[in-house]
């Protein structure tokens, strides 16, 4: 079995990759969907994001409000690392659970946006960044509402891209159709089966 992690820049396709990696068989955690539960009301993020930053944070629901919560995290670094000290931690150990108690399959991935920032590269057997041009990157951003001084925000938050190709195993580029992703992906899990010998 290859553990293998998936990471990229903000709107360069981890989703829609992970979901293609997906149909041909692979099984897929998403540390956003991991994230989401944690921010969730009774979350443990949610609880931990109440103590540190404040009932301002939180929604009447008691979930964080992740909207709010990200205005600050990309407005203010010192913010953005207290969130991250709290946060990091325990995405790491629901992927790491996860990966140990999953059934048997050829390839696990872990879909994880902030892989090499956090230094978590060294629990999976390879690690693969997916890369889109910044155009299409920032028309996708827009697409989810925000504004280009946000999105660039958020795009200059992560590592650069060339810091991302240096570091991953493989690089894989998402600037073709679907069909053609498709096929890249096949690719993909052929050159990752090869790590087995």
Same mark, same amino acid.
């Given at each position: 079995m290859?553990?293998?992690?998936?990471?990229?820049g903000?709107?360069?396709?981890?989703?829609?990759?992970g979901?293609?990696?997906?149909?041909?068989?692979v099984?897929?955690?998403? /540390?956003?969907d991991v994230?989401?539960?944690?921010? /969730?009301?009774?979350?443990?993020?949610?609880?931990?994001?109440l103590?540190?930053?404040?009932p301002?944070?939180?929604g009447?629901?008691?979930?964080?409000?992740r909207?709010r919560?990200?205005?600050?995290?990309?407005?203010d670094?010192s /913010?953005?690392?207290?969130?991250?000290?709290?946060?990091? *931690?325990?995405?790491?150990?629901?992927?790491?659970?996860?990966?140990?108690?999953? *059934?048997? +399959?050829?390839?696990?991935? &872990?879909?994880?946006p902030?892989?090499?920032?956090?230094?978590?590269?060294?629990?999976?057997? /390879?690690?693969v $960044?997916?890369?889109? *041009?910044?155009?299409?990157?920032?028309?996708?951003?827009?697409?989810?509402?925000?504004?280009?001084?946000?999105?660039?925000?958020?795009?200059?938050?992560?590592? *650069?891209?060339?810091?991302?190709? &240096?570091?991953?195993?493989?690089?894989v580029?998402?600037?073709?159709? +679907? +069909?053609?992703?498709?096929?890249? +992906?096949?690719?993909?899990?052929?050159?990752?089966? $090869?790590?087995r010998?």
């Amino acid at each position: 079995m290859i553990c293998f992690a998936l990471t990229g820049g903000i709107a360069c396709g981890k989703s829609f990759f992970g979901g293609v990696l997906s149909g041909l068989g692979v099984r897929v955690a998403d /540390a956003d969907d991991v994230v989401r539960s944690l921010h /969730a009301p009774g979350g443990k993020a949610a609880q931990a994001v109440l103590r540190e930053f404040g009932p301002d944070y939180l929604g009447p629901d008691g979930a964080t409000d992740r909207g709010r919560l990200g205005k600050l995290a990309f407005s203010d670094v010192s /913010a953005r690392r207290r969130l991250e000290a709290l946060v990091h *931690p325990l995405v790491r150990q629901h992927l790491l659970d996860w990966k140990a108690s999953a *059934p048997r +399959a050829d390839f696990l991935c &872990a879909q994880i946006p902030l892989l090499f920032e956090s230094g978590w590269e060294g629990d999976w057997d /390879a690690t693969v $960044t997916i890369e889109s *041009p910044l155009p299409l990157r920032l028309e996708r951003l827009a697409a989810r509402g925000l504004s280009r001084e946000d999105a660039l925000a958020r795009i200059a938050a992560q590592l *650069p891209e060339e810091t991302r190709r &240096a570091k991953a195993d493989f690089t894989v580029e998402n600037d073709a159709d +679907a +069909a053609t992703m498709r096929r890249r +992906a096949v690719h993909l899990l052929q050159q990752l089966g $090869t790590l087995r010998t």
